[in-house]
């Protein structure tokens, strides 16, 4: 390597020497620092800036606390960890540049990052070009399964389809409202969801689907109808959608209007604690969020997490939730694997992590799926004064989650497969990969 | 009285104390029983106990019920014990009575969910029908139209029979009118003015009661229940258009209330200036910091807070508006891009110092009590929190108004806006003219905010959801009047409102956007354009 500079320095002019030179001195202190110490880099994309900002800064605290308390344990494979952080500032285009940097420039060896579905939309061609490693911790619409991402949060049939199972049966629901901010998410969902009520014999007409802009924060008109649907006679409840910041302003106009959960329960997927804590919640008692993780769970390890964590953020009010216990399982998981074929390679660990265990703070043990998507246990959970949620119900074993909707007639017959069938849409009615999707 | 006839007597009395003596304990030990299965922590055996107790006609009933409403019946699962907590925090066990000193280590809460806070509600309807407080008795007789239980008759006739006051009457009236409508064997013609009853209670609770009936009645019941359904169904549809009228005031209100800061620095100076949602968040910052000083501090002043955070906001974001003025904008007179973009920039500054400062996440701005909950004004609900907005956007734009026509600083912030030189020619200090202004500006926008911190998210992002709105309200009514911004605001509102129930939410907004953009073009000016020399300056 260094034959190859002076060779290249010697044929360089006067001007553009110096410039070399400096840049030589540098490389060459990088170069012996790194030696002193080589450390294996993980890079971090999540927005700290922009709308996304209030989800995704705590994701990012959670990553840098993972690290931290690994490195603790002696790091990875001998190395320690180091965290490279940038800021995609919620900016969908920003976080296609930021991943190729983080991948071309910093070398990192694996990525943990994004929260909207348009921002792992954009990142998703850097990673299969330069074959890089994903980890994606939040609850998404499905259909998709990529080699190179690896999707720790829910798929619909791990939150939604359970959520509205519950409704069914143990409060007799009979009339539905589908409330969702107008993007992908909340539209394939209740597409799901919508297909699966009627496979249930739910009526068009007994189906409300109401869409409202990002940040929509006048819900005097919405409340009414929902209001107003409700009183056909029929056990009436929300399944709701609706993203970020607009669940506040919603919220509040249900407790004004006083729409009280035993008339009217509302079941959110966006909804968790740290979003309640920017709301009074004792008008919200007993309105229902469909979760793989509640920050009121007891088990041993959810105790020790939540400690840890405090401690770490020298906050003892810190709360925690749903997707920062999808990072944990996920990065757990990927140690894991990178310990297992003793390499950093990605196309090495790739392979490794299919069939990868992890514990969940929950009390049960998570598994990486051929599908690239987890186990998971599903947990419904009731709002209490406290903000925390008290959980009335939960699935009796972890739900594998599904790549492809068993509910759509264009994705029934797809599964994602990257160990058998090295293929992530592999239509098992043709017996071919490739039928729908990406 | 003979002595036989005193001896059967005494015998009976004497059985019917022996009789007593072991059917009280029978009696108590189902009744202690139904509380043990509080403590079981298992949500069908807490209904079985809720139905047990509410039915024992135990004195206990009322105060364990009350209890597991108001989150104050606790369960030691060791010794499957239950404990009342009650309101002066002194303990009692739930199956005695009998006070304790302190609650167990291991006893919790009795946990609730939604469907048994509905089997609460109904025992405690029954339970409450009686009560002495009128108001408690009203909410009884509600619980009892929602549940219609048929056990609840005998005592809601009780209930009827002894009632003086009008309002609770009526609602006992409507109980039993629901009771029978559900009755099996209630008679044809008890229906029929159970219908009528229902009918003239003409809500939408009385529309869900009757739909649920179903079809399978006889033909003269079903006639009248399809009448009363329509009847109720026009009434209501009436109503909806009122509702909607008041939600478009609420929402202009609120539109007006963002704008009309912007209405000065940008309709009556002419800055483009696109950190004035910022100076809103500031305003709301400045509300969520005083609330967390008087919680701390005075938390019994809590209610007040907002009459603190006004004035407050008002000279934060006015002292900042100021800054902002003297900084960087007095550079800019006269290149609208370049105040575009550097507002801009100053806007993501701003931004992104508070979220370093305050955290990326929301902020709990809570309501005071009188800006909580609704009332109902015939067949629609008004919230307390809009109807203060509404009221206080008022107050704002009269005190602005009063400003701008009375005041000396009034009068030369029109002289200088209408003719700089001319102003400046009679001494008039042009570029303070201008600070204050652009500050007063600012401050009108820091108190909008200290109103919206009531109804939206108190986040760093919270002004840029209104900085579109704002000009699009400014530029609609007008540039440069007032008036204009006040009846664009309110025309956009009820315009937005009656367009979303029929549009929905995301069509509604384009449809304002696209009409917006045809009435400028054909009155660029807006609805009220400013005449006059002034114009052209």
């Known amino acids: 390597m260094l034959t190859q500079l002076t060779h290249d320095i010697a044929k360089m002019s006067r001007r553009r020497w110096l410039a070399a030179t400096a840049g030589l001195v540098l490389g060459l202190a990088a170069f012996t620092q790194a030696k002193a110490q080589e450390t294996i880099k993980v890079g971090v994309l999540h927005s700290l800036s922009g709308t996304m900002a209030i989800s995704e800064t705590t994701l990012k605290d959670t990553i840098l606390f993972l690290i931290d308390e690994q490195n603790k344990k002696g790091g990875v494979l001998g190395k320690k960890l180091e965290a490279v952080v940038v800021d995609p500032a919620s900016n969908w285009p920003l976080f296609a540049e930021k991943a190729r940097e983080l991948i071309t420039k910093n070398k990192v060896s694996v990525v943990f990052g994004c929260w909207t579905s348009v921002s792992r939309k954009s990142v998703l061609p850097v990673f299969k070009e330069l074959n890089s490693i994903l980890f994606y911790p939040v609850q998404y619409e499905g259909e998709e399964s990529e080699r190179n991402v690896f999707y720790t949060g829910a798929a619909p049939n791990q939150q939604a389809i359970p959520a509205v199972d519950y409704l069914m049966k143990d409060e007799k629901v009979k009339r539905w409202v589908l409330a969702g901010t107008d993007y992908v998410y909340p ?59 607009a669940n506040v302003p919603f919220y509040k106009e249900l407790g004004n209007q006083g ?98 265990e992890a514990k969940n703070l929950t009390g049960g043990t998570s598994k990486m799926l051929p599908n690239h998507h987890i186990t998971k246990p599903v947990f419904i959970g009731e709002i209490k004064a406290n903000g925390q949620f008290d959980v009335v119900w939960k699935t009796p074993g972890l739900v594998p989650g599904d790549a492809w909707s068993k509910e759509l007639d264009g994705s029934k017959d797809l599964i994602g497969d990257w160990v058998g069938k090295k293929c992530g849409n592999y239509n098992t009615k043709t017996n071919k990969c490739g039928g729908q999707g990406s | ?115 048994l806070r509905r089997a609460v509600d109904t025992a405690l309807g029954s339970l409450t029908l009686m009560s002495p407080d009128p108001a408690k008795r009203i909410s009884a007789a509600q619980s009892v139209f929602k549940s219609h239980d048929e056990a609840a008759l005998q005592a809601v006739d009780e209930a009827l029979a002894k009632e003086t006051d009008k309002t609770a009457k009526a609602a006992f009236t409507e109980a039993r009118a629901a009771i029978l409508l559900f009755k099996p064997d209630a008679s044809e013609a008890d229906k029929l003015d159970a219908i009528a009853v229902v009918k003239s209670k003409g809500d939408q609770e009385a529309l869900a009661l009757l739909t649920s009936l179903g079809s399978d009645q006889p033909p003269l019941i079903a006639k009248a229940i399809a009448g009363a359904i329509s009847s109720i169904q026009g009434n209501l549809a009436l109503w909806s258009m009122v509702q909607n009228a008041w939600y478009g005031l609420s929402l202009g209100s609120v539109l007006l209330l963002a704008a009309i800061g912007l209405a000065i620095t940008f309709g009556v100076m002419g800055v483009i200036n696109m950190a004035h949602g910022e100076m809103v968040m500031i305003g709301a910052y400045t509300t969520f910091v005083v609330q967390e000083v008087i919680r701390t501090r005075y938390p019994g002043l809590f209610d007040y807070s907002l009459f603190v955070a006004v004035p407050l906001a008002f000279i934060v974001a006015g002292a900042i508006g100021v800054a902002i003025e003297r900084g960087i904008i007095r550079f800019l007179y006269g290149r609208p891009l370049e105040t575009l973009l550097a507002t801009w920039g100053l806007s993501l500054v701003i931004q992104q110092a508070v979220r370093t400062a305050f955290g990326p996440t929301n902020r709990e701005v809570g309501n005071p009590s009188w800006m909580s909950g609704a009332f109902e004004l015939g067949q629609i609900t008004i919230t307390y929190n809009r109807l203060w907005i509404l009221v206080f956007t008022l107050a704002v734009f009269a005190i602005l108004l009063a400003m701008l026509r009375y005041t000396a600083l009034g009068l030369e912030m029109r002289a200088v806006t209408q003719n700089r030189r001319m102003a400046a020619s009679m001494g008039i200090a042009t570029s303070r003219v201008d600070a204050l202004t652009f500050g007063l500006g600012s401050g009108i926008a820091g108190i909008a905010g200290v109103a919206l911190s009531q109804i939206d998210n108190v986040s760093p992002n919270l002004g840029q959801s209104y900085i579109i709105d704002s000009f699009m309200v400014v530029v609609f009514g007008g540039v440069g009047n007032l008036w204009g911004t006040l009846v664009g605001a309110f025309t956009l509102g009820i315009a937005n409102k009656f367009l979303e129930p029929v549009a929905g939410a995301v069509l509604g907004k384009i449809a304002i956007l696209v009409l917006i953009i045809l009435f400028i073009q054909k009155r660029p000016r807006g609805l009220f354009a400013l005449k006059g020399r002034a114009v052209e300056a």
Request: aromatic residues 8%; without cysteine.
């Open chain 1, 187 to 245: 539209r394939t969902t209740n597409k799901i969801l919508e297909a699966y009520l009627k496979s249930k014999g739910v009526k068009q007409e007994d189906i409300m689907i109401n869409y409202t802009p990002f940040g929509h924060s006048d819900w005097q008109t919405i409340v009414a109808d929902i209001k107003k649907f409700g009183s056909a006679g029929k056990k009436t409840a929300v399944v709701s959608t609706i993203n970020g910041d």
């Open chain 1, 259 to 356: 729409i009280k959960a035993k008339d009217i329960p509302v079941v959110a997927f966006s909804v968790g604690e740290e979003e309640l804590a920017g709301i009074d919640t004792k008008p919200l008692l007993g309105h229902l969020a469909a979760w793989n993780y509640f920050q009121s769970i007891k088990s041993p390890e959810n105790e020790k997490f939540i400690k840890a964590w405090q401690t770490y953020t020298k906050n003892p009010k810190r709360v925690t939730n749903d997707p920062m216990e999808a990072h944990v399982i996920g990065f757990d998981m990927w140690v894991k694997a990178v310990e297992k074929v003793k390499s950093t390679d990605a196309d090495k660990v790739i392979d490794a992590l299919p069939g990868i």
């Open chain 2, 1 to 115: 009285m003979s002595a036989t006839a005193f001896d059967r007597l005494r015998a009976a009395a004497f059985s019917l104390l022996l009789l007593m003596a072991f059917a009280a304990p029978a009696f108590a030990g189902a009744f202690e029983d139904a509380v043990t299965k509080f403590a079981n922590d298992d949500f069908s055996d807490t209904a079985e106990a809720i139905d047990a107790v509410a039915a024992s006609g135990n004195p206990l009933a009322f105060p364990i019920i009350s209890a597991l409403n108001d989150e104050r019946l606790f369960a030691d699962p060791e010794s499957k014990k239950v404990f009342i907590k009650q309101a002066d925090d002194k303990i009692i066990d739930a199956a005695t009575g009998a006070a304790v000193d302190k609650l167990p280590d291991g006893a919790a809460e009795v946990r609730l969910n939604n469907r």
